[in-house]
């Protein structure tokens, strides 16, 4: 069965860069069949899709976020990896991960998620 | 951008009650590209409803999904206990892709 955990630093100080790590479980992150994604949800806020990721390497960001976002993938590792830039209050969410069936499409299925916070 | 507004924010009901939550759109979505799924506290969201109308794997068959263009709902025909959670609906057909703020069904 797949599954999914992220993992990283939970407090971070404004201007810090946030680094999350998703390992993948029950399958290989080199399938070509499926892309591999970020989400997060700022408390009391909507989901917001951060950006999606091939085995390859081939990246796909929200317009809102690129500037400051980039996703890599470890193949060897069975992971895959967010930074996030000079973050601020804003950035205050939970992060999950998710599988994606196409580069654009539904997530499924998702991490558990973690909750990072940016306070001074 | 394409927002997506779903009501009621939130529905009290009891075991058994039908339920139909809705989701809108800001414009015109394919039905192929809108899911809906279910979170409950502490948990990730689950993949309920693909293609608009189409039940994920293991969803059982009182979740039903159904609208196109801008309007579009997910209707629960029996409320099971389990049922209780919140329910966002998500679009893909425009990037960026876009979720809804979610409903909460919780126990009268």
């Known amino acids: 069965q797949l599954q999914l955990q992220e993992s990283g630093p939970g407090l971070l100080k404004p201007s810090e860069t946030l680094s999350l790590t998703c390992t993948v479980s029950g399958d290989s992150i080199s399938s070509t069949t499926y892309y591999w994604g970020w989400i997060r949800q700022p408390p009391g806020k909507r989901l917001e899709w951060i950006g999606s990721?091939?085995?390859?390497?081939?990246?796909y960001y929200n317009p809102s976020l690129k500037s400051r976002v980039t996703l890599s993938v470890d193949t060897s590792k069975n992971q895959f990896s967010l930074i996030l830039t000079s973050v601020t209050a804003a950035d205050t969410a939970v992060y999950y991960c998710?599988?994606?069936?196409?580069?654009?499409?539904?997530?499924?299925?998702w991490g558990q998620g973690t909750l990072v916070t940016v306070s001074s | 951008e394409i927002v997506l507004t779903q009501s009621p924010g939130t529905l009290s009901l009891s075991p058994g009650e039908r339920v139909t939550l809705s989701c809108r759109a800001s414009?015109?979505?394919?039905?192929?590209?809108l899911v809906w799924y279910q979170q409950k506290p502490g948990q990730a969201p689950r993949l309920l409803i693909y293609?608009?109308?189409r039940r994920a794997t293991g969803i059982p068959d009182r979740f039903s999904g159904s609208g196109s263009e801008t309007d579009f709902t997910l209707t629960i025909s029996r409320l099971e206990p389990e049922d209780f959670a919140v329910y966002y609906c998500q679009q893909y057909g425009s990037s960026p892709q876009t979720f809804g703020q979610g409903t909460k069904v919780e126990i009268k």
């Open positions: 293609g608009a109308s």
């Open positions: 414009q015109s979505v394919s039905s192929r590209y």
């Open positions: 998710a599988r994606l069936a196409q580069l654009v499409s539904w997530f499924d299925p």
């Open positions: 990721i091939y085995y390859s390497g081939h990246t």
